[in-house]
């Protein structure tokens, strides 16, 4: 009978652990509305969020990350874009066309180019510069904000629903969009 107890009472704290430490770690969340489109196709789609992955590097170009908007009340519900500008990067939006420092900058996840135009931009220091996939569709950094590091809640990581969607969230690193170029 004591055995019996140990365990149940062993097994019952290792849920709780185990129940914690993926609290701590991940989140699911849902995509509202059409701005990561064609990336993130569905709405009602869900994905599991890293929010530890940011402890280790810093966010990259071409992440797609969940944040609290900056220019919204707290109760607003996050966000969902892809960083396109570091700290200090100089962004330029023109024809379309996505300019970093003065380099293009290629998106191969953009079917529905930029309709405005963005003027050089220096990025502050510990902010990023976010776009939707979907550009006339988004609010996004190009309406003038850019989001603060301590906004950003985690890393696209997984998409978990519906399961026609299930796999590694398409993030592009640095060198994947510059090598066309």
Known sequence: MRAYLRETIAIFVMAIVIFL???TTVQSCPIVGSCMEP???QEGQRLLISK???YFHEPERGDIIVFHPPH???????????????????????????????????E????????????KYEVPENEYFVLGDNR?????????????RENIIGKAWLSIW?????GL?????????????
């Open 72 to 106: 919204k009340p707290k109760n607003t519900p996050p966000y969902i874009k892809r960083i396109i500008g570091l700290p200090n990067d100089t962004i330029e939006i023109t024809g379309g066309a996505v300019y970093i420092d003065g380099s293009p900058l290629y």
């Open 39 to 41: 990336t993130l196709q």
């Open 52 to 54: 530890v992955v940011y």
């Open 169 to 181: 969230a398409p993030n592009y690193s640095l060198q994947e969009q510059l090598a066309s170029y």
């Open 136 to 148: 006339p569709n988004a609010d996004d950094s190009h309406n003038g904000w850019t989001v603060p």
């Open 108 to 119: 191969p996840y953009v079917e529905n180019p930029a309709k405005y135009t963005v003027p």
């Open 21 to 23: 430490l993926l609290q």
């Open 162 to 166: 519906p399961p026609s969607t299930w």
